[in-house]
């Protein structure tokens, strides 16, 4: 069965500072999807990155980057030089390769909250 | 285009009522999904549908129905609605079955 654990249920770090956010999944199939979204405190949900299971190319976008470790199932999200307006609860999520669908399970969920 | 919209924003319903949670999406996208958003639990799938005429549950279907007459629309309805189904309601589309997924701005509901 598929699984997303994101272990990390709140961190709070300073402005400026660097900031990982744990995600580590299970899945059976080897075609799989993974996506990190964001969800201010307007509620909204933001799509950040999908990666599929056979791109293990880290990426980076501004402050953002992500590490993609398929030995260790590890789908991890970094902040360079947080600030404020980073502060928001952060889901990553995994989606297997069925025929027609592209169901999401998420995690629970990380709550970073930014202080100035 | 407007992206995907959800109607209403906020909804309190006293139990055993019944409501209709709407959904439109006009980017002509062929899946569509509904999740709930429970505290301390993510968001989990309750059903989906990957084109017009075509639906199937998730993870957490029960006390939920849906149908996909056209591309745009994806209502969800609460037959008789119960207290456990309290939480925010999100709708979700994409082009088709493998895509990104985006979604509404969610529906927040309070059964009492």
């Known amino acids: 069965a598929q699984k997303v654990t994101q272990a990390q249920t709140e961190i709070s770090v300073v402005e400026k500072e660097d900031v990982t956010l744990d995600c580590v999944y299970e899945?059976?199939?080897?075609?799989?999807?993974l996506f990190w979204y964001k969800q201010p405190p307007s509620g909204e949900l933001v799509f950040l990155i999908r990666?599929?299971?056979?791109?293990?190319q880290n990426e980076i976008s501004g402050r953002y980057s992500w590490n993609f470790q398929k030995s260790t199932s590890s789908f991890n999200f970094t902040i360079t030089a947080s600030q404020v307006v980073d502060s928001a609860v952060y889901f990553c999520?995994?989606?297997?390769?069925?025929?027609?669908?592209?169901?999401?399970?998420f995690g629970t969920g990380t709550r970073l909250t930014v202080i100035p | 285009n407007a992206g995907v919209t959800q109607t209403p924003k906020f909804q309190v319903l006293k139990t055993g009522q019944s409501m209709t949670l709407q959904c439109a999406q006009d980017?002509?996208?062929?899946?569509m999904s509904w999740y709930r958003q429970d505290p301390g639990m993510g968001l989990r799938l309750i059903h989906y549908?990957?084109?017009?005429?075509?639906?199937d549950q998730g993870e957490v279907p029960n006390g939920y129905n849906v149908s996909r007459s056209t591309t745009e629309d994806f209502p969800l309805r609460l037959l008789s609605a119960a207290p456990s189904q309290t939480s925010v309601y999100f709708c979700?589309?994409?082009?088709?079955?493998?895509?990104?997924?985006?979604f509404g701005p969610g529906t927040r509901l309070l059964v009492l």
């Open positions: 979700a589309s994409s082009p088709t079955g493998v895509e990104t997924q985006y």
């Open positions: 899945t059976r199939d080897t075609t799989y999807y």
């Open positions: 990666r599929n299971s056979f791109d293990e």
């Open positions: 999520a995994l989606s297997e390769a069925q025929a027609g669908a592209n169901n999401l399970f």
């Open positions: 980017m002509n996208h062929e899946y």
């Open positions: 549908s990957v084109g017009a005429g075509i639906t």
